[in-house]
């Protein structure tokens, strides 16, 4: 092709025809910056379109994520709101509101301590913003992940709290008064890899004593301590993390039908 335009110059220039050489000339130019800005043109589709799907698998690798974090969130949140219901019982009976059989007040009282815990995934955003890529996204979703982000952090806050309130015992207080109650945590029997340690005799109580210590004001405003603790979690997670997974996701899915 360029020897083609080559010769018609040449032939041009021996014809002597120097102003249909120049327009020649001009028009060759011409063409060749409308191939240039096609190729440019060509170039930026590709790069747009290389950044659209990097942006679409970080959207549904995002997506992959919040959906695991949402089905823990959920069954972590059933998994409190039990036992916040029993701890509640037993805070109405303390008050002499409630009246259960002894059988189930100690029932209560083993359940009533939700000890699992909650672990939540948040690695694909986290390379997402180390290596520039959370950059793509839009700004309604950026928003949502970093508040998504904050709220888990704020959540962190109140179980670290809980833990402090429940081990860092130096006086064992809290330790002894869960022992008498029944409270300790009870390792399922699947995971047991020892034989399960029974009870100390000294903490052993009568039905009598049993329902005597959890009507102690004393008794009543340790445990009251602990469950709003255990109420204030629940609720961050539901009106907080939960709300803002869901959103989230809803977000993702929005921006991906609309391509």
Do not use: C
């Not at 204030?232 to 989230?248: C, F, H, I, P, Q």
């Amino acid at each position: 092709m360029i020897n083609f335009f080559r010769k018609i110059r040449y032939e041009l220039m021996e014809k002597n025809k120097t102003g249909k050489y120049f327009k020649y000339a001009i028009g060759e130019i011409v063409l060749v910056v409308i191939g240039i800005l096609i190729a440019l043109q060509i170039n930026n589709w590709n790069e747009n379109r290389k950044l659209e799907n990097n942006k679409n698998n970080l959207m549904l690798a995002l997506k992959k994520e919040l959906l695991n974090n949402k089905n823990e969130l959920d069954n972590y949140l059933l998994g409190i709101h039990e036992s916040n219901s029993k701890f509640n019982k037993v805070l109405l009976y303390s008050v002499g509101d409630y009246a259960i059989p002894i059988d189930s007040l100690k029932y209560y009282l083993s359940e009533m301590i939700y000890d699992r815990t909650l672990s939540l995934l948040n690695s694909v955003q986290e390379e997402a913003i180390n290596s520039g890529k959370f950059e793509m996204l839009s700004d309604s979703l950026k928003q949502n992940l970093s508040k998504l982000k904050d709220y888990t952090s704020s959540r962190n806050a109140i179980t670290d709290r809980r833990t402090d309130m429940l081990y860092v015992d130096n006086d064992n207080k809290i330790v002894n008064l869960m022992a008498r109650l029944y409270m300790l945590p009870v390792i399922p029997e699947e995971y047991l890899i020892h034989p399960l340690i029974p009870t100390h005799p000294n903490f052993l109580l009568s039905n009598k004593e049993l329902s005597a210590l959890v009507k102690d004001p004393d008794t009543y405003l340790t445990l009251n301590k602990i469950y709003l603790n255990h109420a204030a979690d629940e609720v961050w997670l539901k009106y907080g993390l939960v709300r803002l997974t869901n959103k989230t996701i809803a977000i993702i899915d929005n921006e991906l039908n609309e391509k």
